[in-house]
C-alpha cells in the first residue's frame, strides 16, 4: 500500500514564525501535492512537484513555498505565518504525467493552527 | 477551466436506508471524475473513479456511482447506509493541464447516519 505521511498531526505557532511542513512517500511517485482543506471550500491546490528539484505553483501560492531535494520528500514553507493561514494542510502523491485517472494518494493530514 | 457542484453541504439519513449524494460538473471534454471519502481526523480515500469505462462505476465499502454525460451528473450513491458511512465525501474531476492532470475539488457534502 501506498504510504504518505506528514511530520505532524497538529501544529501551534506564532505569527511570524517560519514554519516547516513535511511529507514523505514511499512508492517513487513522481508527483507530489500540497492543499488546505477549508470548510465549505474542499481543498485548494498550493504547490506541486512533478520531479525532484521542480516546483509548480498551484491556485493559492501566496504566502508559501516548497521544497524537493529527493524525490520522496516535499516540504511546504510558511515564511512568516500569519492567521489566515489557519487551516489543514494535507499532501498527496501520485504517478507521473500519464493519461487522466490517476489516483492521488493522501497523507492524514496537519491541522495548523497560527496565533 | 473546469468545476464540480456538490448539490448538499449536508445529508442525513438513518441506519439502512439509501445514501445519494448528489454531484455536477462542468468539463469541456470527456472527464475523469472520482468520489473521495474522509473520515474524522483521517486523510483522503478514493472511493471510486470512472474514466471513460463503464458508466456505472462500482467503488468500496458498497458505494457506486453513474456517470450521465447528459446531465453532466456524477452521484454517488448506497443502498443501506451503515454508521460507519458518517464522513465527509468530495467529488473530483480531474482537469489535463499539459502533461498533468490536476484534481479540482467539490465543496464536500458531509454525510450522518443516525441510528
Known amino acids: 500500500d501506498v504510504k504518505v505521511t506528514q511530520s505532524s498531526r497538529y501544529l501551534v505557532k506564532r505569527t511570524g514564525e517560519k514554519v516547516f511542513l513535511e511529507c514523505v512517500q514511499d512508492m517513487d511517485h513522481e508527483n507530489m501535492f500540497w492543499y488546505r482543506q477549508d470548510p465549505g471550500l474542499g481543498l485548494r491546490l498550493i504547490y506541486f512537484s512533478y520531479d525532484v528539484k521542480m516546483k509548480e505553483k498551484g491556485d493559492i501560492p501566496e504566502g508559501y513555498s516548497v521544497s524537493r531535494e529527493k524525490k520522496e520528500r516535499f516540504s511546504l514553507i510558511l515564511e512568516s505565518a500569519s492567521t489566515n493561514q489557519t487551516s489543514m494542510y494535507l499532501c498527496a502523491s501520485s504517478l507521473g504525467l500519464a493519461g487522466g485517472g490517476n489516483e492521488q494518494f493522501f497523507g492524514p493530514g496537519t491541522r495548523l493552527t497560527v496565533l | 477551466a473546469q468545476s464540480v457542484t456538490q448539490l448538499d453541504s449536508h445529508v442525513s439519513v438513518s441506519e439502512g436506508t439509501p445514501v445519494l449524494l448528489r454531484c455536477n460538473y462542468s468539463?469541456?471534454?470527456?472527464?475523469?471524475l472520482f468520489w473521495y471519502v474522509q473520515h474524522p481526523n483521517k486523510g483522503l480515500q478514493l472511493l471510486l473513479k470512472?474514466?471513460?469505462?463503464?458508466?456505472l462505476v462500482k467503488g468500496i465499502n458498497g458505494f457506486e456511482a453513474e456517470f450521465k454525460k447528459s446531465e453532466t451528473s456524477f452521484h454517488l450513491t448506497k443502498p443501506s447506509a451503515h454508521m460507519s458511512d458518517a464522513a465527509e465525501y468530495f467529488c473530483v474531476v480531474s482537469e489535463k493541464l499539459g502533461g498533468y492532470n490536476k484534481l479540482i475539488f467539490g465543496a464536500g457534502t458531509r454525510l450522518a447516519v443516525h441510528p
Open positions: 468539463s469541456s471534454y470527456s472527464p475523469s
Open positions: 470512472y474514466t471513460s469505462a463503464a458508466t
